[in-house]
């Protein structure tokens, strides 16, 4: 089975444009994650969807806001891009939510994106 | 802001010896996952270990959870120059929503 993909691999923008970034799942999971990771640092979580709605919300701008499509598959989308918006992002999907049970979050290879 | 710890945030070892990472946490949790990263890429999911387990064995890995603590430990036996990498803990906590708090991650270096 194909892992977690993720689109396009590399982006460049311009600060105050608007960026989209896609998200596939790995199939049969129904829960989609955003995390951010800065170069040194480890990732922070952004959002996580589940059945098409907003379950978590991580310390991030207005400026940052996500969906999630019937077939499972995201999009992130980033607005008025500053220079510290730099940073992979990186795409995890799981089968479910927590709760009793714990299920493993699956990444995918990232979005490289540099703001100039 | 981070809120797990990894020690040492670099660790240098010679082929075939073991390495031993440590991961410190504040909340509390329904799990913790550890993954390596290669080069900045992509996460690798290595293992997950539940909230109500105390030990855990994947291949060459090892994993203890400590909550009393807020302390997890992963051991890596007879290491190979393939797991240089970075390793990362991720606390797993929330109802509904699994939200993972990474640390800064442990940069593995195996000399040949």
């Known amino acids: 089975d194909a892992g977690v993909t993720q689109s396009p691999t590399h982006l460049i923008k311009t600060r105050g444009q608007h960026v989209t970034l896609r998200c596939s799942p790995i199939?049969?999971?129904?829960?989609v994650s955003w995390y951010q990771q800065v170069l040194g640092q480890g990732p922070q979580f952004i959002f996580q969807?589940?059945?098409?709605?907003?379950?978590g919300r991580g310390n991030f701008p207005d400026r940052f806001s996500a969906r999630q499509f019937p077939n499972y598959s995201s999009e992130l989308n980033v607005n008025a891009l500053l220079l510290g918006d730099s940073a992979l992002y990186l795409c995890?999907?799981?089968?479910?939510?927590?709760?009793?049970?714990?299920?493993?979050?699956?990444f995918g290879p990232g979005t490289r994106l540099t703001v100039t | 802001s981070q809120q797990g710890e990894e020690d040492p945030q670099a660790l240098s070892i010679q082929e075939g010896e073991n390495a031993t990472m440590n991961c410190s946490y504040k909340t509390s949790i329904n799990n913790l996952q550890w993954y390596r990263q290669n080069s900045g890429r992509g996460l690798v999911h290595l293992i997950l270990i539940r909230s109500n387990e105390r030990e855990k064995h994947s291949g060459r890995l090892r994993v203890t959870l400590d909550t009393s603590k807020k302390s997890s430990s992963l051991l890596i036996t007879a290491s190979r120059a393939a797991d240089t990498a970075s390793y990362f803990c991720?606390?797993?906590?929330?109802?509904?929503?699994?939200?993972?708090?990474f640390g800064q991650g442990t940069r593995l270096t195996i000399n040949p």
């Open positions: 995890a999907s799981s089968w479910g939510l927590a709760g009793f049970f714990s299920y493993e979050q699956y």
């Open positions: 991720a606390a797993g906590a929330g109802q509904g929503a699994q939200r993972l708090v």
């Open positions: 969807y589940y059945e098409k709605e907003e379950r």
């Open positions: 199939s049969g999971h129904k829960s």
